[in-house]
């Protein structure tokens, strides 16, 4: 069974940056990890993936060019390097093994506020 527990997240002003990440225990069944969020009110919201074989990620439109997925060198820590912080970036982060976010961690709250 694979444990995911983010950490990272925080009140942050627009065009700030933050960087979270995703201790993971256990080996996914699929061969990628991904990040959702969701912001109040909203469903949950597919942000990036990244294939945990070739390190090739993936990511929303919303967030390409912004937002940075990556693995640690250990390879049990997964990051999401966040930058230019939109208020719409506001929601709570969580790494998953599914891109749906079925399976996930308990989150993280990014706030983007002035």
């Known amino acids: 069974e694979v444990q995911l527990v983010e950490s990272g997240g925080g009140l942050v002003h627009p065009g700030g940056s933050l960087k979270l990440s995703c201790a993971v225990s256990g080996t996914p069944a699929r061969n990628t990890l991904s990040w959702v969020r969701q912001a109040p009110g909203e469903e949950l919201e597919w942000v990036s993936t990244?294939?945990?074989?070739?390190?090739?990620?993936y990511y929303a439109s919303s967030v390409k060019d912004r937002f940075t997925n990556s693995r640690g060198a250990a390879k049990n820590t997964l990051y999401l390097q966040v930058n230019s912080l939109k208020p719409q970036d506001t929601a709570v982060y969580y790494c998953s093994t599914d891109t749906a976010g079925r399976t996930r961690g308990q989150g993280t709250q990014v706030t983007v506020s002035s």
């Open positions: 990244i294939n945990i074989r070739s390190n090739y990620t």
